[in-house]
């Protein structure tokens, strides 16, 4: 990458360190088809303490999970083990003893009924299988604080069996499918999701620090979680995922470094080939990038629980589809990400995009919460804007 941009990119990440709010620390990296085109970081893992934010800093990546669990059920769908549109339940037969909430009676007792329908691994890819989010769902919420419904960061099977919130594929509604879609890799494989990962995945990828089971050397990079309190603050977290999860959770289960997730999408970027071998087929990678959703949008989350998520939302005013599994901008955006490209977020402030058209990627890694904290989104947004200047600028000379 031209040195301008590379000045520019390690300015944004310090600014967004200095600023007031600003973030503990950060690291970011921008690649083409080939490898890296930048790498930085900046600021702490943890605020107050003397460790530097480092490049091989290792990070809770949350919801950027969920593009490899996709990955892991595309594989199975070319292999002709997986029907996506096949009852997800001959899978994963739990998923099959849902029933739909419909409120709650004057005593607090759920009220519940069978679904319509079946649930199908399309949906779930789609996120229209009718699941939700505590932080994003009042209902959810309400299961939490009064039926005692465990959160998704516990990584059990309890937390799994939630009410579905309406029949399924009647409107997308962002939440736990991406877990049960691990739960049907899983159903088909016979291994556990990391297991399927290493072998499927990271080993053709080239990727050696992801993981469901939080290890000694990872922990010892590890970026620490930060509250963002109401008065802009930050404060240290004590705060894991379990190490030694029941359920490896195909949607926000992993561990892993900012330089691995970058194989990941290079291997999106190059047609599903990896440093070490082909992990999805072209034209898998053609059907995959497209908007599966048909004339329906995704739409704003709206922040339930405060300490978890603020509303969020990606180019307010603009309209967004989904893909197996990214979001997908319709229309060119602010940055200058052209219209067609995927991109997603993690809960701790973790956001990417996979520009395939032009043969780009980049990812911004923290760790605050709540989500769509102000301070991170809008330096990834600088950055992002920044590439995309510098790509306009190079192209024009």
Not at 253 to 264: E, N, P, S, W
Not at 369 to 389: H, K
């Amino acid at each position: 990458m031209n040195k301008t941009f590379t000045q520019t990119a390690d300015d944004i990440l310090t600014n967004t360190v200095a600023a007031d709010p600003g973030v503990p620390g950060v690291v970011a990296m921008v690649t083409d088809r080939e490898s890296n085109l930048y790498e930085g970081a900046a600021g702490k893992r943890s605020q107050g303490s003397d460790t530097d934010m480092t490049t091989d800093s290792a990070f809770a990546i949350f919801s950027t999970t969920k593009a490899i669990t996709a990955t892991a059920a595309l594989q199975l769908v070319e292999q002709g083990k997986l029907d996506l549109d096949a009852p997800a339940s001959q899978y994963a037969p739990d998923i099959g003893k849902l029933q739909v909430i419909e409120g709650f009676d004057d005593d607090g007792t759920p009220r519940l009924r069978a679904p319509k329908r079946d649930i199908t691994t399309r949906m779930l890819l789609l996120h229209t299988a009718g699941f939700g989010y505590d932080f994003f769902n009042e209902t959810y919420h309400r299961l939490a604080q009064e039926q005692g419904q465990p959160s998704v960061i516990t990584a059990s099977k309890e937390a799994l069996m939630t009410p579905l919130l309406r029949d399924p594929d009647e409107q997308w509604e962002y939440g736990s499918n991406m877990d049960w879609c691990g739960q049907v890799v899983e159903g088909i494989s016979g291994m556990r999701l990391g297991e399927v990962f290493q072998k499927r995945i990271f080993d053709p990828l080239g990727i050696q620090d992801m993981t469901f089971e939080l290890n000694d050397d990872l922990r010892a990079r590890l970026a620490i979680m930060h509250a963002r309190n109401e008065d802009a603050s930050l404060t240290p977290m004590e705060f894991e995922l379990p190490d030694k999860p029941d359920i490896h959770m195909g949607g926000h289960g992993l561990y892993g470094t900012v330089g691995d997730y970058m194989r990941f999408i290079r291997m999106w970027l190059n047609d599903g080939q990896g440093e070490h071998g082909q992990v999805l087929k072209p034209e898998t990678v053609k059907m995959a990038e497209q908007n599966h959703l048909g004339s329906r949008k995704i739409c704003a989350l709206p922040g339930v629980i405060p300490s978890l998520s603020n509303d969020a939302e990606f180019f307010p005013g603009q309209e967004k589809s989904w893909a197996f599994s990214f979001m997908v901008n319709d229309e060119t955006a602010p940055t200058g990400r052209p219209a067609g490209a995927l991109g997603w977020a993690g809960l701790a402030n973790l956001f990417y995009w996979i520009d395939r058209q032009n043969g780009y990627g980049g990812f911004w890694a923290t760790q605050i919460l709540p989500f769509a904290d102000v301070a991170s989104f809008t330096g990834y947004m600088q950055l992002e804007t920044a590439f995309y200047d510098s790509l306009k600028s190079a192209q024009a000379a």
